[in-house]
């Protein structure tokens, strides 16, 4: 292999790479929101590209991954679709009743309810839907919403692991490596559900006290009827066939944005009164627009060969004990996802990888290791994925409208609870990682 030398394309795309990095992962600081950071970061990279001679506007499109960008984009959309049916809320009301006032109960059944919805839906997305009704919920219980809220986060981030569409990284290992959607349960589901116990059986002693009180009668004076069911048994008929086109995409040769593009164009004609603009109006194109940018900037980092730099330093590391090297990306990988978003880390991961590969490094085990790691890792800390600021979010508005700071989840409590629940699974995964080596370090072509 020939050596790379340092030189100015490099050190200009990594001062670019570093400042905006360092601007996204400051925003709480700065207050100039993380998606102005990675336009700017864009922008910058590829002006300064052009001067340099190592990138160009051409080449920022080229390095999209629009496959990513379209899936995501599509299960929004469904998503903003269903919403207003009120199926949702039915699937949580019944739930609710079904626990009959047993708290631990009721949460394992909404937990596996947000577990198997962010095996489909995105993590972020089955938080968005589920955290206010569990407030309200609770409301009427006349119970702590703490217990619930952050066992949805914990079990959505973890049961989002587990497919190529839970989780938004998940999306960018399987587009970069061309892992399929059966690949990536095969190998994922069986950790991810290991994984998932643990923490239920975890969660309930760390919230042994909260769990213990007895509930008030559920309320039933406040809840929707199913508002439109033709449109939500369609979606739900929809999804069902998703699932089936995500399993059998490889042999279709249908990448997963097109299984989501015509799930999408079949649901908007099974409910006819759907309105469109109201639909795309829902779906978050400022997270669209920050993958966009995450990409164009490290398409230019990638083209100034600064990726390739640094790993022909790892390189003779990875070679050297391959299982190692895995363990150790999947902790650190979660230890800097817990400390900052999961997303900017992957996308700056994924070409490093991929440049081992072409050293002819056997690079499987390294992808699992990296999902797993940035999965687990978000249930670190408040800031380790999207779903998690959420569900913070909404705790703190609890606690204003009520008039009371204990109903807010602190930075505090979350690193309380949450940093054990991830230290477990890692140490977990690692276990399974180790004991079943050979079967992640297989290259298979599902």
């Known amino acids: 292999m020939e050596t790379l030398v340092w030189n100015t394309e490099m050190m200009v795309s990594g001062i ?6 360092i601007a996204i992962f400051t925003e709480g600081i700065h207050g100039i929101h993380r998606v102005k950071c990675g336009m700017a970061g864009a922008a910058v990279m590829i002006v ?81 839907i589920f955290g206010p009704l569990i407030i309200l919920i609770c409301k009427s219980l006349k119970v702590s919403a703490i217990p ?28 970069a490596a061309g892992i399929g959607f059966n690949d990536f349960v095969i190998h994922m589901g069986a950790m991810v559900a290991v994984a998932w116990v643990v923490i239920l059986i975890f969660l309930r002693y760390l919230f042994k006290e909260e769990l213990s009180v007895t509930p008030q009668p559920l309320s039933l004076e ?49 409910g006819k009164d759907i309105d469109m603009e109201e ?12 993958f966009i940018s995450l990409f164009i900037i490290v398409g230019g980092v990638e083209h100034s060969q600064f990726l390739e730099y640094i790993g022909q330093f790892i390189i003779p590391f990875v070679e050297r004990d391959l299982l190692v090297a895995t363990i150790m990306l999947m902790w650190v990988s979660a230890v800097l996802s817990a400390a900052i978003d999961n997303i900017p880390f992957t996308a700056a991961m994924i070409p490093i990888i991929l440049g081992m590969e072409t050293q002819g490094i056997n690079v499987t085990p390294l992808w699992w290791g990296l999902a797993a790691g940035v999965g687990m890792g978000g249930n670190g800390t408040h800031l380790g994925s999207t779903a998690n600021v959420f569900i913070v979010t909404i705790s703190e508005k609890m606690a204003k409208d009520a008039g009371d700071p204990s109903l807010a989840i602190t930075p505090g409590l979350w690193f309380r609870k949450g ?28």
């Not at 990513?68 to 009301?93: D, E, K, N, R, S």
């Open 279 to 290: 639909a795309f109006a829902h779906t978050e194109l400022a997270l669209l627009m920050f």
């Open 16 to 21: 670019i790479l570093a400042l905006t990095f």
């Open 48 to 128: 300064a590209g052009q001067i340099f001679g190592f990138y160009h506007p051409e080449q920022a499109v080229e390095a999209i991954d629009w496959n990513v960008v379209f899936l995501l984009g599509g299960m929004m959309t469904i998503v903003a679709i269903m919403i207003p049916t009120g199926g949702f809320q039915q699937l949580a009301y019944a739930i609710a009743d079904y626990s009959k006032g047993r708290l631990f109960l009721l949460l394992a059944l909404m937990g596996t309810l947000v577990t198997v919805l962010s095996l489909l839906l995105d993590n972020v997305t089955t938080v968005v």
């Open 148 to 175: 619930f809220l952050l066992a949805a986060a914990l079990l959505s981030d973890t049961g989002g692991v587990a497919t190529l569409v839970g989780d938004p990284p998940n999306l960018m290992i399987g587009s």
């Open 419 to 446: 940093l054990p629940v991830m230290l477990i699974t890692l140490v977990t995964c690692s276990i399974i990682m180790v004991t079943f080596f050979d079967f992640f370090a297989f290259h298979y072509q599902g």
């Open 222 to 270: 406040d809840r929707e009827p199913l508002s439109d069911p033709k449109t939500w048994y369609g979606a739900l008929a929809v999804l069902g066939i998703m699932v089936i086109g995500f399993i059998l995409h490889g042999r279709l040769h249908w990448e997963p944005w097109f299984v989501t593009a015509l799930g999408l164009t079949a649901l908007v004609f099974v």
